[in-house]
């Protein structure tokens, strides 16, 4: 049973009264950080509501923030929830049909745009008829004359404190059987489905979270991720709850000047990020003379074995000790002055994390948190512990999650945490849940007898070659995409008789590197064919597939000059491959390979 009184306007309100002068969230305006107030932060997210119920808005009546993330988004969505209204997150990239789609799924009223947006959902009023109205999140945006059209300045004036007890009215009404939110899957295969959270969802993940983590109200979180995506989302629901500051960055490719200005103390990330900064690193090292090198490795032995001995449960002897704040003096602070410098804990979601880079990060005193979840399970159901657990797993379950494994080696999920169902989708609903009413996650794994998960692939993508070898592509391009010269990668095996790869390559790595080489070219396409590019890929390819199955190893592959995005179809979202389309659009270049 949920504790009512983790109900997330629960939360909110109880920290607005307790913490009051204190600081509440962060954002940037004229590219200036700046912060209000929990008591600021109550007074803007009221006046929000009462605009909302001055509008018309019912309970359980959809709103879309179609938006980067902004103080703005995260005071829309619980302004949204004290009204017992239900925020439906439309992602920022998102393109117009796709916007379009979940508006009219979703029977959305009222849409608040970003910059980038607003046209799209201007656009949106003739092809979506319910819509009551648009509202311009950004001061500055010139708005078009129309009458359903609003800009943030003149939707404030709507606020009306004779409002004010029916605000009081909905809170006092509020419970967890309420849906909190809509959030619409990546659909990487069909059209998206509208994920149906609800109070006690979210509730159940504050409970949990709080037995496995220690947040604090001197914490502060660096929201760089996607509000839209439930792991962003959950997480700076998390913060609200434990009295932590969240500092919310609208453009993520800033997100290194961010880090030096807020310096977070905690901060969630997908593993690409962990990627990148790993790759930087060992590109700057492999250019390094002298001693530096050779300081940098003993550094980095000193801090694997504190992390180990910590997850054992062991202390340091006298002389270890020393060694390490010697190392630490050094190098490992300097490596944690990349993240700011203030950084202890990073949960880490949405892919696989390579064991190699999750323990660099615990090495020089980084305590990333892997977890697995999904969209349909509020975020995490399963993490690594603070002491013993496996950098090849995906962690134990969280508690109250219950995990098995099911046909076909399916990791199954029942529990609290775990979905109402998918949005006018009952079909869709059933396929997804066994009669005993576990989720199917369609990820297959195994559970050891420590009770630690482990993924082995993703069901629905697995590769069947021509010889009837199974490949799991993630698994592959896990394996490469690590490397600092490969930015973005996509397997080729199905019905084929080897495996192969379109390769995106990081071209700030590879041209540096070129440089170096005193390459000549005109342009990248130049560039990517010429025999020493073509010949450092094979060389790095074939020091990175060792731990790979002969079958399993990519034999030949292609660069490309371009990345694979979203606005072309190629990406969804949240950065997962549409590998359908990605196949029908490099066609040519994928019968190359096999036709050489």
Request: with cysteine.
């Amino acid at each position: 049973m949920v504790n009512t009184q983790y109900h997330i306007v629960t939360r909110l309100r109880e920290q607005i009264r307790t913490q009051h002068q204190r600081e509440a969230i962060r954002f940037q305006q004229h590219n200036q950080w700046t912060s209000i107030s929990w008591r600021q932060l109550g007074e803007r997210v009221d006046q929000l509501s009462r605009c909302l119920l001055k509008a018309g808005c019912q309970v359980q009546q959809t709103v879309a923030i179609f938006a980067p993330n902004s103080e703005k988004w995260a005071m829309l969505d619980y302004a949204a929830l004290q009204i017992r209204a239900v925020p439906v997150p439309i992602y920022a990239t998102s393109t117009a049909q796709q916007a379009a789609y979940i508006i009219n799924d979703a029977d959305v009223q009222w849409i608040f745009a970003g910059d980038d947006q607003l046209e799209m959902a201007v656009a949106a009023l003739e092809q979506c008829p319910n819509i009551k109205g648009v509202v311009a999140l950004s001061q500055e945006t010139p708005v078009p004359a129309h009458p359903k059209v609003w800009d943030w300045a003149s939707w404030l004036l709507q606020d009306d404190r004779g409002y004010q007890a029916e605000l009081e009215t909905r809170i006092d009404a509020r419970c967890m059987d309420d849906l909190i939110t809509l959030i619409y899957t990546s659909g990487t295969t069909g059209e998206p489905k509208g994920v149906m959270l609800d109070y006690a969802n979210v509730a159940a993940q504050l409970d949990v979270h709080d037995q496995v983590l220690a947040i604090e109200p001197h914490d502060v979180s660096l929201a760089f991720l996607p509000l839209s995506h439930v792991f962003e989302r959950a997480w700076s629901y998390y913060v609200l709850h434990r009295g932590a500051v969240n500092a919310y960055l609208s453009d993520p490719q800033k997100v290194r000047s961010a880090l030096a200005s807020v310096q977070p103390t905690v901060m969630s990330a997908v593993p690409r990020f962990y990627e990148k900064i790993h790759g930087a690193i060992h590109d700057k090292l492999s250019r390094a003379t002298g001693v530096k090198p050779h300081l940098f490795r003993w550094a980095l032995r000193q801090g694997e074995r504190h992390a180990s001995q910590l997850r054992a449960g062991q202390s340091l002897s006298r002389r270890q000790q020393w060694q390490l704040v010697l190392a630490d003096k050094l190098v490992l602070s300097k490596l944690r002055a990349l993240l700011g410098g203030k950084m202890r804990l990073m949960p880490c979601g949405g892919a696989r994390l390579d064991p190699d880079i999750g323990a660099f990060f615990h090495a020089i005193g980084i305590n990333v948190k892997l977890g697995y979840g999904m969209t349909e399970t509020t975020a995490t159901v399963s993490c690594w512990d603070d002491t013993c657990f496996d950098p090849q797993s995906i962690g134990s379950p969280m508690p109250g999650a219950q995990l098995r494994i099911g046909e076909d080696n399916e990791i199954q999920v029942r529990g609290p945490m775990v979905m109402r169902g998918y949005f006018n989708q009952p079909d869709a609903t059933a396929a997804t849940f066994t009669a005993d009413g576990f989720l199917k996650t369609g990820d297959a794994g195994y559970l050891d007898a420590h009770g630690n998960v482990f993924i082995t692939d993703r069901i629905k993508e697995l590769m069947k070659t021509s010889g009837g070898k199974y490949i799991a592509p993630q698994r592959v391009e896990g394996a490469l995409v690590r490397d600092h010269f490969i930015d973005q990668i996509a397997v080729v095996a199905e019905a084929r008789h080897f495996v192969s790869a379109l390769i995106v390559p990081c071209f700030d790595a590879l041209e540096e590197w070129a440089r170096t080489a005193n390459i000549e070219y005109q342009n990248r396409k130049e560039l990517l064919k010429h025999s020493d590019v073509v010949a450092l890929f094979e060389k790095r390819l074939q020091s990175l597939q060792h731990e790979l199955a002969k079958f399993e190893q990519v034999k030949r592959f292609t660069l490309l000059p371009q990345g694979f995005c979203m606005h072309s179809g190629e990406l969804t979202p949240t950065m997962k491959l549409r590998r359908k389309v990605i196949l029908s659009r490099y066609q040519h270049h994928i019968d190359a390979m096999y036709q050489r």
